[in-house]
């Protein structure tokens, strides 16, 4: 992104460094380190950042906003996914949760290709000990992007 696709909006930090668009990288979660002094994202990719962040969170581990995350990350750390159909389920069942979320704490001075509209599970595979997933997230800009996240199944 160029300079002047930051002037008058809001961003966060970068929490996952190295994203490629398009493409496909392998992301660590790193706010500040060597050669990384910290690094702002808006748009779409603030979406995928905010989205992430809630689906990998489990539901009342944060002490003061025990409603935010998902059950999902604990159907996998009890391990729960023993077979595509557990995992779909447990996604979907999720989906309820982000939007209840995500959409809560947006308002109308946000814009659009940063509001949460609706997510797709579009791959799956289910190894021994490992999920990996492909999401297709989409704003209410109309604009998506795809995140690939790997889960442990592994209990």
Request: hydrophobic share 45%.
């Amino acid at each position: 992104m160029a300079l002047i696709d930051y002037l008058n909006r809001s961003y966060d930090i970068l929490a996952f460094p190295g994203v490629v668009v398009p493409g496909t990288a392998q992301l660590e979660q790193e706010l500040f380190g060597p050669g990384n002094t910290g690094q702002i994202v808006t748009g779409i990719l603030m979406l995928a950042q905010r989205w992430v962040i809630e689906f990998l969170t489990e539901t009342g581990s944060l002490l003061y906003d025990p409603t935010r995350g998902t059950n999902f990350m604990t159907d996998a750390r009890l391990g729960r996914f023993q077979t595509e159909l557990s995992v779909i389920q447990s996604f979907n069942f999720a989906l309820v949760d982000l939007q209840r979320n995500l959409q809560g704490e947006e308002t109308s001075s946000i814009p659009n290709d940063e509001r949460y509209a609706s997510a797709e599970l579009l791959k799956l595979a289910l190894f021994s000990g490992l999920l990996q997933m492909t999401v297709q997230l989409n704003s209410v800009a109309g604009t998506a992007v795809n995140v690939i996240l790997p889960v442990s199944t592994l209990p």
